[in-house]
C-alpha cells in the first residue's frame, strides 16, 4: 500500500475520533452555540436578509480543525435563524437548509490541506443554498424585473460576498495568526487535525 493511501486512511481515522463526545466536547459545541447565537443577534443588521454578512460565520473556521464544532455551529445556526421567522423572511426553511449549509461546510472542510481553500467551502453552501431560497421562496426575482437565473446569479454573488468577508478574511487572518503564533492554542481550543496546514 503506497504513502499517501496510509496517510489518507490514518487522517479519515483522526477525523472519525474528533466526534466522540466527551463532557468537554459537549461544552465546547455549547459554548461555540452560543458565540455564533450572540453575534448573530448582536449584529442582527448585518446577519439577515438578500443582502448580508453574518460576522458570527467567522467561527467556521474552528471546523477545518475539529469537525465536532459543526454541530455546535449547526445548532448556533438554527437558533440563530429563528429571528428569520420574527422578521418575515424565510421562517421554518431557513432554519432547516441554512443550517444544513451550515452542517454540510463545516463537514467537509478538514479534508481541504489548505486553511484558505477550507474557508471559501462555507461561502459555496451558504452561497448557493440562501440564494435558491431567496430567489424561489420568497419569489423576489419577479418583483426587481430579473429572470429568476439572473437574480439567482446576482443573490449568489452579494451571498458568497458576505461569507468571504466574514470567513476568508476575519476568520482565516484570526486563526493564521492564532494558531501561528499563540503557543498551545491547539489544546485551548480542543483542535485536533490540520495542525501542520498550509496557508
Known sequence: MNEVAVEGKGFFRRYLACFRMGTRDIAENAIVAALYVALTYAFYFLSYGPFQCRISEFLMVLCFFNPNYAIGLTVGCALSNIYSITSGLLGPLDILFGSLATLSAGLMMPFC????????????????????????????????????????????????????????ILGYLLFLGLTKKARGIDKVLGLKLNLDYRF
Request: proline share 4%.
Open 113 to 168: 490541506r489548505s486553511l484558505f481553500l477550507s474557508t471559501l467551502l462555507p461561502c459555496l453552501t451558504n452561497g448557493i443554498v440562501l440564494s435558491l431560497e431567496f430567489t424561489f421562496l420568497l419569489g423576489l426575482a419577479p418583483s426587481v424585473g430579473m429572470g429568476s437565473g439572473v437574480y439567482f446569479a446576482v443573490q449568489f454573488g452579494w451571498i458568497f460576498l458576505g461569507e468571504f468577508v466574514a470567513i476568508s
